[in-house]
């Protein structure tokens, strides 16, 4: 049977996460032999560490430490919103892990075309590298919610894996339709097919995620062969009211198996809050949704005070429904097809939903 196991850690001492990790892959079977492997945190955005948008650089360090024990090879990579990786990995604290242990950097800038027939209509992928360079894939995401999806865990992590601007294609795509969008980053983390997938639930952030919410003690680090299950797992510890579109998609179509969750004495966590845009529109058909939109969907909206007028929102929109007026972005709601891209790309938190 597949496992998943939710560990205790109340910091992010590297020996203490060293030691937690050792015993978590003992506890699910995953034997570290000398390979090629990548680890793919989650490096959304330039934000410093205590922000809890990036992957914390101590995950990192103790897993590249562990990986170099078994005379492994390691290589960290991810495609960014809309910065390079080198800026992202600095702000994050990620370089200088890389830089001590003498790690190598994948900037994910190529073009490799890879091939799917997976649940979604598409069958084709560009990807900023190719994961089968690599013997090993570790996915190592960061316990977020999300705007669009509700939360952001292991599946949705694999999503990096796209060529950065190419990221907005898909939402362009999948419009309002969060299944559609949901199908596509399943398609993608099968393609991925990540070995392992370590979850930096230590403090997380809940609320206006993902990289404006609050960052939250949780105490947890999740490790699992199955990413599908380990992010059904964390959404029952969080005490979600109904799955997350991937969950529900990934339960739907057989990806979710009988799995044993070992884990120690776990806290409760209580009171975490969900982005405000899943309050209402999550069983809202796709047709009915673009008629409904401007009154039953949330709005992203502008903090005009905290706005400093920089343009990457409308520089990252898919849909181009934003455009600079007096130095302040203005939203075109007709054309707005709610990805919160724009929310989630702001570096001065002034987009609200
Ligand atoms: S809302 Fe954010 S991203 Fe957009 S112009 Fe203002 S500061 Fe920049
Ligand atoms: S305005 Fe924001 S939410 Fe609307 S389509 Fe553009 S990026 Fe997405």
Same mark, same amino acid.
């Given at each position: 049977?597949?496992?998943?196991?939710?560990?205790?850690?109340?910091?992010?001492?590297?020996?203490?996460?060293?030691?937690?990790?050792? #015993?978590?892959?003992?506890?699910?079977? +995953?034997?570290?032999?000398? #390979?090629?492997?990548?680890?793919?945190?989650?490096?959304?955005?330039?934000?410093?560490?205590?922000?809890?948008?990036?992957?914390?650089?101590?995950?990192?360090?103790?897993? /590249?430490?562990?990986?170099?024990?078994?005379?492994?090879?390691?290589?960290?990579?991810?495609?960014?919103? +809309?910065?390079?990786?080198?800026?992202?990995?600095?702000?994050?604290?990620?370089?200088?892990?890389?830089?001590?242990?003498?790690?190598?950097?994948?900037?994910?800038?190529?073009?490799?075309?890879?091939?799917? /027939?997976?649940?979604?209509?598409?069958?084709?992928?560009?990807?900023?590298?190719?994961?089968?360079?690599?013997?090993?894939?570790?996915?190592?995401?960061?316990?977020?919610?999300? #705007?669009?999806?509700?939360?952001?865990?292991?599946?949705?992590?694999?999503?990096?894996?796209?060529? /950065?601007?190419?990221?907005?294609?898909?939402?362009?795509r999948a419009g309002q339709d969060r299944l559609?969008?949901?199908?596509?980053?399943?398609?993608?983390?099968?393609?991925?097919?990540?070995?392992?997938?370590?979850?930096?639930? =230590?403090?997380?952030?809940?609320?206006?995620?993902?990289?404006?919410?609050?960052?939250?003690?949780?105490?947890?680090?999740?490790?699992?062969?199955?990413?599908?299950?380990?992010?059904?797992?964390?959404?029952?510890?969080?005490?979600?009211?109904?799955?997350?579109?991937?969950?529900?998609?990934?339960?739907?179509?057989?990806?979710?198996?009988?799995?044993?969750?070992?884990?120690?004495?776990?806290?409760?966590?209580?009171?975490?809050?969900?982005?405000?845009?899943?309050?209402?529109?999550?069983? =809202?058909? #796709?047709? /009915?949704?673009?008629?409904?939109?401007?009154?039953?969907?949330?709005?992203?909206?502008?903090?005009?005070?905290?706005?400093?007028?920089?343009?990457?929102?409308?520089?990252?929109?898919?849909?181009?429904?934003?455009?600079?007026?007096?130095?302040?972005?203005?939203?075109?709601?007709?054309?707005?097809?709610?990805?919160?891209?724009?929310?989630?790309?702001?570096?001065?938190?002034?987009?609200?939903?």
């Amino acid at each position: 049977m597949e496992k998943v196991a939710i560990k205790t850690c109340s910091n992010y001492h590297v020996k203490t996460i060293k030691d937690i990790l050792s #015993a978590g892959l003992q506890d699910i079977g +995953f034997p570290i032999g000398k #390979a090629k492997v990548l680890i793919k945190p989650n490096l959304l955005l330039s934000k410093t560490p205590e922000k809890a948008v990036t992957t914390h650089p101590a995950i990192i360090g103790a897993l /590249a430490e562990l990986l170099k024990d078994h005379s492994c090879t390691v290589y960290i990579g991810d495609s960014p919103g +809309f910065e390079s990786t080198n800026k992202v990995l600095s702000y994050s604290g990620i370089m200088t892990v890389i830089e001590q242990l003498e790690l190598n950097i994948s900037h994910f800038n190529h073009n490799i075309i890879k091939l799917s /027939a997976g649940l979604s209509p598409y069958r084709e992928f560009l990807f900023g590298d190719d994961p089968e360079n690599y013997d090993v894939v570790i996915n190592v995401p960061k316990l977020k919610t999300h #705007a669009m999806m509700g939360m952001t865990l292991g599946v949705k992590n694999t999503f990096g894996f796209i060529h /950065a601007f190419e990221k907005a294609k898909w939402h362009l795509r999948a419009g309002q339709d969060r299944l559609l969008f949901a199908s596509i980053l399943i398609d993608i983390h099968n393609i991925v097919k990540p070995s392992l997938t370590i979850l930096d639930g =230590i403090i997380g952030m809940d609320g206006n995620g993902p990289s404006s919410g609050r960052p939250r003690n949780l105490g947890i680090l999740g490790i699992s062969k199955n990413a599908f299950i380990l992010d059904e797992c964390v959404e029952k510890l969080v005490h979600l009211s109904y799955p997350t579109p991937i969950t529900h998609l990934a339960k739907k179509h057989g990806l979710l198996p009988q799995y044993e969750t070992i884990d120690d004495d776990m806290p409760e966590i209580v009171d975490f809050m969900m982005p405000k845009t899943m309050d209402t529109d999550w069983n =809202i058909p #796709a047709f /009915a949704k673009r008629f409904l939109k401007n009154t039953f969907i949330k709005k992203p909206k502008i903090d005009k005070k905290t706005c400093k007028g920089c343009a990457i929102c409308v520089k990252v929109c898919p849909s181009h429904a934003l455009s600079l007026k007096d130095g302040k972005p203005l939203f075109d709601y007709q054309h707005c097809i709610r990805c919160y891209c724009c929310q989630e790309m702001c570096p001065e938190n002034a987009i609200k939903v």
